[in-house]
């Protein structure tokens, strides 16, 4: 990868999308009476892991600041993974949606942790 400029340069931003892409599709096929909850909750939380990230991004002259939107996209991708759960188990995911599902959680996850440990690396106002 070349110089990030943008957040739209990081892997994880798009490795985010991608998962809220895909639980979009997926989630069109869940039943009607889940629309204003777990499908509105599983689709709210995954959109929030990119918006969060990108937010951190806008704030990395900031260090301490840059890492609580981080943490926060943390939060939404454990949220996340948390709905994936519960999906799989009232059967809305088969075993094999849920892992693939969960294991791009943890992939996301793993990739913001390490932004969050580091953070002073993307701080362009780091002492």
């Known amino acids: 990868m ?3 400029k943008r957040h739209q340069d990081l892997d994880v931003y798009w490795n985010a999308v991608g998962l809220a892409s ?5 989630t069109t ?5 889940e629309q204003r909850a777990m499908t509105d909750q599983v689709r ?6 990119c918006s969060n990230l990108a937010e ?7 260090v301490n600041s840059f890492r609580a939107k ?5 939060s939404e991708a454990c949220e996340t993974s948390c709905w994936i759960d519960l999906a799989a188990e009232i059967g809305y995911l088969n075993a ?8 791009r959680c943890e992939h996301i996850i793993s990739q913001l942790h390490a932004m969050r440990i580091h953070a002073k690396r993307w701080s362009y106002n780091a002492s």
Do not use: C, T
């Not at 895909?22 to 997926?26: A, C, G, P, V």
């Open 56 to 62: 951190a991004w806008g704030r990395r002259a900031y």
């Open 22 to 26: 895909e639980l979009y599709s997926r």
């Open 44 to 49: 709210r939380a995954s959109r929030s892991v």
């Open 29 to 33: 096929r869940w039943p009607k009476e």
């Open 96 to 103: 094999e949606e849920a892992k693939h599902f969960s294991d």
């Open 2 to 4: 070349g110089l990030i």
């Open 70 to 74: 981080i943490v926060d996209a943390i």
